[in-house]
């Protein structure tokens, strides 16, 4: 499919401070993208100027091939054809139901309307509800409505943000998935803003790490999770450790569990400490395993432990295994790794991190 | 998005234009003391002061005993009548304390009801006995108080009943008494509303014209409206004003302190509602009847009944055309002055709404000031750049022109509909900006992320959800203005009557029964406010 969103050099600032630095990205129509990155690092804003209600002060916003924002230029929103839905919702609270979703449609002939309404409304899964008012409705079914209204008048882009940060966990996990279903049935593309990594991991086509108003990466959630390019990336999704190593040569590291050969950039400084990212997933544990360790500690997670394992130089690692045949603390487990992609950052300064289970 | 500086340039000069009286009055301090004003300090200034102060101390005992204890006893004690209470506490506030005053006077005079039935029970003659003379600073005290210490019922009550019943509870649990509990935790955390409360009723007390004057109390109100009228001294009047503006501003101040501090008293009610008020034994409950009933009957239902007996006697009068012109123009008055208010206030509100900047904010705080400065002083703020405004265009006439074009604006209705706007903008602005806060800005957002533009927005998202508060504001605007006594007296055009006016001037001429005419139209009008206050009030929660 067609390019249906690009940003290119996208800076916000409010005074002088500039909240969004040079971001660029690109998102196919029909794919859900996430930004992702921790509070205060920029992600609303850069929502709100793809949604018009922030000018841009360096760079441009193509929505659909046609130019909506550059320096100097900010089509209105109403005029965007994007829809939104608000952390808040932001249902209209002396409407009803029909009447919200109804809202972006006053163009539209009364049957046209009625007709698309019940459309919507079968869609989220909610058909009885059309005459009720926004107050007497759950926070679930105020979220499905909130999406409801902004899909209705067929917007070319649906942002979201924080659509699920009010709701309880698991009910969030559920809703994330409904609305992926209903963006892929009705063909929309879609940003979402959150700082929930699971919600980002499990229905996004892209994701974006921002920090600091930088965009640091802008990919798909297997290279996001597997070859994060930055540090910051690799230790803000997903758990996983930095275990030391030695550059051998520009390619080949070493490590307490042999040489691997990287697949990042290569370093310059040849011989120098680096540390390997090494996620719980890249090891494979049984008794066969050719590097032996001792489990200093475990997390039960229901269908696996997650074991932290301490090699005889120190090195300290996560690895899982079916919960079956649990392992005790002081145990002996063998390891197998299998990494795919090995990713070397220069040795940080700090304490290796360690994310304990 | 309009510009700001479209705003800017539309709010700044209406709010400068609405801050003249107080401006004017406030120039007035740094003009040297004229002879008057010296005569004034020598004589009757410290009476002025001292009555004033007599009258707000007596009055803040009066409302603090009724509006405490009434509060206390309807949020957290179980008796008879306790639902009833809750918001018929409020009624007393319909009342204006000048016709109270008026109602009283005929009722405990010499030839009225109460003393001929104790002559007549008793067989005493005139001069017999003793009997408390109602026109009097007392008098004056127990009528103010029994009208205003609504004031401090509602706002103690709502603060009583956002304490968290977790405080309450525990405070029982180890062993406190209601009485201890009342004194020891209620009263200290619900302390910052009940400064709140008072400082609103003393701004009441010192903007007090008719009342004061009726009873023949020299206050700072009378003192000013003598000093300009009795002795034509404008620039006195004008730095006795300035004088009774400080004292204000103290209440103010105190007002916004406690607000303030109010915060930091706040509990959270995160247990819900279920707090189980203390059952009273039989006698408990009498005594809390009667403690709520007092205000009541006293501050509502007697003088109301008084005034509907009055009335009843002469309704014939009703149909009068001079009364129906009164009615009229009282009308037009307050119907106009409600209109413009909610104009200026809803561009003010909606100015610092679309641009938060601080000149914004002190734009709409300045157009707000005028509600906590008295009618006389108003009046006086808004006579005196008036008529030098008509003076300089009149002698700039006949120099240029050779005719006289008169008084255009100082004596007409517009000084009048100035004044008002200028006194009672701030009841509008409140309620347009509490109307305002309920809508989200994400509401504005999702509609223009929907496709509609900013008028559609106006027209099908906020007209919808202030409707509510534009009503209230035009309600509140419309019955103070029907109630002002002392600005009208002052800024109406010469023989043009107003209710209140005409109540002011036959009760001048003890004619009560008379008065009553007029008065019954004004309480009337007043009860309609409060009737909705109390309904949304007791709607909310028990």
Same mark, same amino acid.
Request: aromatic share 10%; net charge neutral.
């Given at each position: 499919?067609?390019v249906?969103?690009?940003?290119s ?25 996430c930004?992702i990155?921790?509070s ?26 046609r ?10 929103? #109403? ?9 808040d ?12 979703i109804?809202f972006g449609l ?10 698309r309404?019940?459309e919507?409304l ?5 058909p ?5 008012y926004p ?11 909130a ?26 996990e ?13 063909g929309?593309? %879609? ?15 892209r994701?974006g ?10 990919d798909?959630?297997y ?6 390019q ?12 930095f ?11 070493e ?21 390997v ?7 494979i544990p049984?008794?066969e395993?050719?590097?032996r ?6 997390r039960?997670?229901?269908a ?9 130089? %120190?090195? #300290? ?7 079956h ?8 487990i ?6 795919r992609?090995?990713?070397?950052f ?12 | 998005m ?17 801050s ?11 003009e ?13 200034l ?5 009555n ?6 007596g ?11 009434s ?25 204006p ?28 003659d005139?001069?017999d ?11 004056a ?5 029994l ?33 201890s ?7 200290p ?41 009795g ?12 004088l009774?503006?400080?004292?204000v501003?103290i ?17 959270d009610?995160?247990?819900g509602g ?15 009847f ?12 007697i003088?109301?009944?008084?005034l ?25 008055l ?40 008295p009618?006389?002083v ?5 006579m ?21 074009t008169?008084?255009?604006l ?15 903008l701030? +009841?509008?602005?409140?309620? +347009? ?7 989200k ?42 109630k002002?006594?002392?600005?009208t ?12 006016v ?13 008065a ?12 309609i ?14």
């Open positions: 499919m067609s249906q969103l690009q940003l050099e996208v800076s916000v600032a409010y005074g002088r401070n500039e909240v969004v630095k040079r971001v660029c990205f690109t998102l196919e129509g029909g794919d859900l993208g930004l990155g921790p205060g690092c920029g992600k609303s804003t850069l929502l709100r100027a793809i949604a018009g209600f922030e000018p841009v002060t360096s760079g441009e916003i193509e929505l659909h091939g130019q909506v924002s550059r320096v100097g230029y900010t089509q209105p929103p #109403e005029r965007r054809r994007i829809g939104m839905v608000f952390q919702f932001a249902l209209f609270p002396h409407l009803t139901v029909e009447d919200n109804a006053r163009r539209q002939r009364r049957e046209e309307r009625r007709q309404v019940s919507l079968s869609l989220i899964g909610l009885g509800i059309a005459r009720h107050h007497q409705l759950s926070g679930g079914q105020q979220q499905r409505v999406l409801a209204r902004a899909l209705a008048p067929k917007p070319q882009l649906l942002l979201l943000d924080e659509p699920f940060s009010s709701l309880d966990a698991e009910l969030r559920q809703l994330a998935s409904e609305v992926r279903e209903v963006l892929r049935r009705e929309v593309t %879609g940003l979402m803003v959150t700082h929930d990594q699971e919600e980002a991991l499990g229905v996004a086509e994701i790490v921002l920090y600091h108003g930088q965009l640091l990466q802008w798909t959630p290279a996001i999770y597997h070859a994060p930055h540090r910051f990336v690799a230790d803000f999704i997903g758990r996983g450790v275990a030391p190593g030695l550059l051998r040569n520009e390619r080949q590291v490590t307490e569990l042999g040489c691997f050969t990287t697949s990042t950039p290569p370093l310059s400084h040849s011989g120098g400490a680096v540390d990212l090494l996620r719980p997933d890249d090891l049984g008794e395993g050719p590097f360790g001792q489990v200093v500690a475990r039960y997670c229901g696996e432990y997650l074991y932290t394992v301490r090699l005889k130089g %120190g090195t #300290e690692l996560l690895c899982p295994a079916p919960s045949f649990p392992y005790e603390v002081g145990d002996e063998g390891l197998t790794p299998a990494l992609e090995v990713v070397v220069p040795r940080s300064t700090s304490e290796d991190t360690v994310k304990q289970p | 309009s510009r700001p500086s479209l705003w800017i340039f539309t709010t700044v000069p209406i709010a400068l234009l609405l003249l009286p107080l401006l004017t009055v406030v120039a007035f301090l740094l040297p003391s004229a002879e008057v004003w010296s005569h004034l300090a020598d004589t009757v410290k009476s002025y002061i001292a004033s102060l007599w009258l707000m101390l009055v803040a005992v009066g409302t603090l005993l009724m509006g405490v204890s509060a206390w006893l309807t949020t957290m004690c179980n008796f008879p009548g306790r639902r009833f209470f809750a918001w018929a506490l409020l009624l007393p506030m319909a009342l304390a000048y016709i109270i005053a008026y109602t009283y006077t005929g009722l405990l005079e010499v030839g009225g009801p109460v003393q001929s039935t104790l002559r007549s029970w008793f067989g005493w005139y001069g006995y003793w009997f408390p003379e109602i026109r009097s600073l007392g008098g005290i127990v009528m103010l108080s009208v205003l210490y609504p004031y401090v019922y509602l706002l103690t009550r709502a603060t009583f009943l956002e304490q968290s019943t977790a405080v309450l509870e525990v405070s029982r649990s180890l062993g406190h008494g209601p009485w509990t009342f004194f020891r935790l209620a009263v955390m619900a302390r910052p509303a009940i400064i709140a409360g008072l400082s609103l009723a003393l701004m009441e007390t010192l903007a007090d014209y008719g009342t004061v004057h009726y009873f023949g109390v020299s206050t700072f109100t009378t003192g000013i409206l003598r000093t300009w009228f002795m034509g001294d404008v620039a006195a009047a004008a730095q006795l004003s300035a009774l503006l400080s004292f501003f209440l103010i101040v105190l007002e916004r302190w406690s607000r303030r501090k109010a915060r930091y008293h706040h509990t009610n995160k247990t279920g707090f189980a008020r203390y059952p009273l034994r039989r006698w408990e409950a009498v005594g809390a009667l403690v709520c009933l007092l205000p009541l009957l006293f501050g509502f239902f003088p109301l009944a008084q509907g007996w009055w009335g009843w006697a002469q309704a014939d009068a009703f149909l009068e055309p001079d009364f129906l012109r009164l009615l009229r123009h009282s009308m037009q307050a119907a106009i002055a409600a209109l413009l208010a909610l104009l200026i206030a809803l561009l003010l509100a909606y100015g610092k709404r679309l641009h938060p900047t601080p000149l914004m904010q002190a734009t709409v705080r300045t157009a707000g000031m005028g509600y906590a400065i009618g006389t108003i009046a006086v703020g808004v005196i750049p008036f008529a030098a405004l008509d003076n300089t265009l009149d002698s700039w006439a006949r120099e240029t022109f050779g005719y006289s008169g008084l255009l100082s004596g007409t209705l517009v000084a009048l509909l100035f004044g008002y706007v200028a006194r009672f701030a +009841v509008s602005l409140n309620s +347009v900006e509490s109307g305002l806060l309920k809508i800005p994400t509401y504005d957002q999702a509609a223009r992320s929907l496709g509609a533009s900013q008028g559609f927005t106006l027209l099908r998202v906020h007209l919808p959800l202030l409707r509510g508060s534009l009503f209230t504001a035009l309600l509140l605007v419309f019955v103070d203005v029907l002002e006594l002392p600005a007296l002052v800024l109406r055009p010469f023989n043009y009557n107003t209710l209140a005409r109540a002011y001037e036959l009760a001048s001429d003890e004619q009560l029964q008379a009553a005419v007029p008065a019954v139209a004004i309480v009337i009008a007043g009860l406010p409060i009737l909705i206050l109390s309904y949304s009030i007791t709607s909310k929660r028990t």
